[in-house]
């Protein structure tokens, strides 16, 4: 297969290279570096079966040859930078979506949408199935990055019944792992970072809002599948075992070794104060997928890369 990423720079679209160059496809990765990072890719610089294209995708996508699939990863997706990029974030959403479902169009491709968890707002139902509709403030800070990926999923279903174009759409719930930005606000390169620097762990209200974590890797896996199935609409990928922020952030002071405890600062606006995903279609349509890294073991793998980092950042400050 020759594919092409949206997004190959960032963090998830990065791993998505790997996985398919290691399956013997062909990758052409696309992204414009507002979120992603040359750092991310920059092991596959001279692998024969990878190129990369520098561009926003909310322009016209031209790429010479046949495609046989476009897997739209392009988005700022986490709330410092889509608070950031707020209109940027709106036109990936609306502008690229439409851009890359034209492109697969036009190639007789695959199209497969990345959207997210944060279609189903502050969700009333839990926990979170395919056909709940969701409670989302669409005037709310994070409205921005909520409504563009609703409205990309409309758009990616008005190209399969107005032009009969072949959709896979995912959900993505939180996802953690290597390649996460240090500086992104997410939850566990905030929270890893601090206690790495021993640092007292920053959490938001009392701490008893929840999340569910999914490792890369369990996350790639079940793209894949998805990508390769049948179903056109959205399927949720993520880690159903929930636990709150609280308890999220002492196993990270214990893993770490961090002394310097934990420190409340009121929560952000539309702060979300449950997320977890049933995965159950997933399960039945994707040949039993379901996570396989355990929260330990994948938060070893991630302080142990979060440290490298650290450490190769403090040792540049000191020669400057």
């Given at each position: ?202 959490v938001h209200g009392d701490g008893s809002q929840t999340r569910s974590f999914c490792y890369v890797s369990d996350l790639v896996e079940g793209i894949a599948r998805l990508l390769a199935s049948n179903e056109t609409m ?87």
């Open positions: 297969m020759r594919i092409l990423i949206t997004g190959g720079a960032g963090f998830i679209g990065s791993h998505l290279c790997d996985y398919f160059l290691a399956r013997g496809e062909e990758v052409i990765a696309m992204d414009n570096f507002i979120t992603g990072s040359p750092d991310n890719i920059a092991h596959l610089k001279d692998h024969p079966r990878f190129r990369f294209v520098r561009q926003d995708v909310t322009e016209t996508i031209h790429v010479d040859g046949y495609i046989d699939a476009v897997m739209h990863f392009a988005s700022p997706a986490s709330p410092v930078s889509y608070m950031a990029y707020p209109i940027q974030t709106l036109k990936v959403g609306a502008l690229g979506t439409h851009k890359a479902c034209g492109l697969a169009r036009a190639k007789g491709a695959r199209f497969f949408l990345a959207s997210t968890s944060e279609v189903y707002g502050e969700p009333l139902v839990h926990p979170q199935r395919e056909d709940y509709w969701g409670n989302v403030n669409p005037v709310g800070p994070r409205g921005v990055y909520d409504e563009a990926k609703r409205y990309a999923e409309a758009m990616t279903l008005a190209y399969h019944r107005a032009h009969n174009l072949d959709v896979r759409i995912v959900r993505i719930f939180n996802t953690y792992g290597p390649r996460n930005a240090l500086d992104d606000g997410r939850v566990v390169p905030n929270l890893i970072g601090q206690a790495i620097r021993g640092e007292p762990l920053t959205p399927t949720n990928i993520g880690n159903p075992n929930e636990l709150s922020i609280l308890t999220f952030a002492e196993k990270i002071n214990q893993l770490t070794g961090n002394q310097s405890g934990i420190v409340f600062r009121p929560r952000p606006v539309d702060d979300p104060s449950r997320r977890c995903p049933d995965i159950s279609k997933a399960q039945r349509l994707l040949n039993n997928w379901e996570p396989k890294i355990s929260l330990d073991e994948g938060l070893t793998k991630t302080i142990e890369y979060f440290s490298a980092k650290i450490s190769r950042q403090s040792a540049v400050g000191s020669r400057q």
